[in-house]
């Protein structure tokens, strides 16, 4: 695993920022969320409580803050922290215009200096749940819970990084990776659209990492491109992430 991973990804995200400006004004007008890559509606997905109202709730990675707006326009009192700077401005921007009153703090997800059982409600879309180490982000996530508190997070399934291609090209049906042992990627010196250090790992290694920290899974979700989708989103073809799962939703409760 590269060390240094939490410097590199935030300087990639500071260089990066300016390209997800437009991206984000779409998801901060949505009327109902969507996610992920392929945008799967949210009635499909449930994953923000409908009422929100009286909850306090954190997102963690939030990138440009479309997710902590959702929330906020729900009800929530919202905390959102990034890592990067630039992001972070984006986000501000944005809830500035729109008169939403989020907290935007700056700060690795992974070690947030915030209270311990301060928020009924954490999520992560892309955020700390693909580019945080996992033990270390989800024991922070789980320190930040209210007891019986919910964790929602959505990444990348374990089966779209073993298609992907060791030189960053997009994925195919060649199994390209090991499965076993799986820690992610390092994408930062790949030929094709290189990027940062990214997380994941087997579906067995996540159930037993939330078992060991304390989380019950409530429901989990493999969600596929719609098939009215064409084009490749983050290096997988819609042809690709039609017929096999390119994303996965893990909805999680604090026990004890
Ligand atoms: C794809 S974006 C966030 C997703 C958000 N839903 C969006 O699209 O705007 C990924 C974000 O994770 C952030 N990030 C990466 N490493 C982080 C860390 N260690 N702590 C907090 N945020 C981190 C990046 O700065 C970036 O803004």
Redesign the pocket.
């Known amino acids: 695993m590269t060390e240094n991973?939490?410097t590199i990804?935030?300087e990639?995200?500071?260089a990066?920022?300016a390209n997800?400006v437009e991206?984000?004004k779409w998801?901060w007008e949505a009327e109902v969320p969507i996610w992920g890559s392929w945008g799967n509606p949210e009635a499909d997905l449930g994953m923000l409580p409908v009422d929100m109202s009286d909850m306090d709730a954190i997102?963690?990675?939030?990138?440009?803050?479309?997710?902590a707006a959702w929330m906020h326009k729900r009800g929530a009192r919202v905390t959102a922290?990034?890592?990067?700077e630039?992001?972070?401005g984006?986000?501000g921007a944005l809830a500035d215009e729109r008169g939403a009153n989020i907290t935007f703090l700056e700060?690795?997800?992974?070690a947030t200096g915030l209270s311990d059982g301060s928020y009924d409600f954490a999520i992560?879309?892309?955020?700390?749940s693909?580019?945080?180490e996992p033990e270390k982000?989800l024991r922070e996530a789980w320190r930040l819970l209210r007891p019986s508190g919910r964790l929602v997070f959505l990444g990348n399934h374990p089966l779209s990084l073993i298609c992907s291609p060791i030189d960053g090209s997009p994925a195919d049906r060649v199994l390209h990776r090991p499965y076993k042992d799986m820690w992610g990627a390092d994408w930062t010196k790949v030929e094709f659209e290189p990027t940062?250090v990214c997380f994941n790992l087997t579906t067995s290694a996540w159930m037993d990492l939330f078992a060991e920290i304390g989380f019950q899974v409530t429901k989990y979700q493999e969600l596929y491109a719609p098939e009215s989708e064409f084009g490749t989103r983050g290096a997988i073809p819609a042809e690709w992430a039609r017929v096999y799962p390119v994303e996965q939703v893990w909805h999680l409760t604090k026990q004890g």
């Open positions: 991973y939490v990804n935030k990639i995200w500071n990066d920022a997800w991206f984000a998801r997102e963690l990675g939030c990138g440009t803050g479309y997710v922290i990034d890592i990067s630039e992001q972070l984006t986000a700060g690795n997800a992974e992560s879309e892309y955020g700390a693909i580019w945080c982000w940062g």
